[in-house]
């Protein structure tokens, strides 16, 4: 999951070498924690959250097609 998350990370943002995406567990399983470049944090979330949204519903399908449960954080 973290590498889908990246890549969609990194084609979204003007500065790709800038994404880093951090994965951790809690008790809601895997949390993922995107870090984007300051300029880009807007590409990122999307107009309204739109793009944050897309993002996060790409990966519950993926990571409920492998029997996870995967939450993507966005941090400033």
């Known amino acids: 999951m973290r590498e889908l998350v990246e890549f969609l990370a990194r084609e979204l943002?003007?500065?790709p070498d800038s994404v880093s995406v951090t994965e951790s567990t809690d008790?809601?399983?895997?949390l993922l924690t995107?870090?984007?470049?300051?300029?880009?944090?807007?590409?990122?979330?999307g107009r309204g959250?739109?793009?944050a949204k897309a993002i996060r519903s790409?990966?519950?399908v993926a990571?409920?097609?492998q029997g996870v449960s995967v939450h993507v954080d966005i941090a400033d």
């Open 63 to 65: 990571a409920t097609r």
């Open 13 to 15: 943002v003007d500065d």
């Open 27 to 30: 008790q809601r399983g895997v």
């Open 49 to 51: 959250g739109r793009t």
């Open 34 to 45: 995107v870090r984007v470049a300051p300029d880009d944090m807007g590409k990122v979330i």
């Open 58 to 60: 790409v990966v519950r």
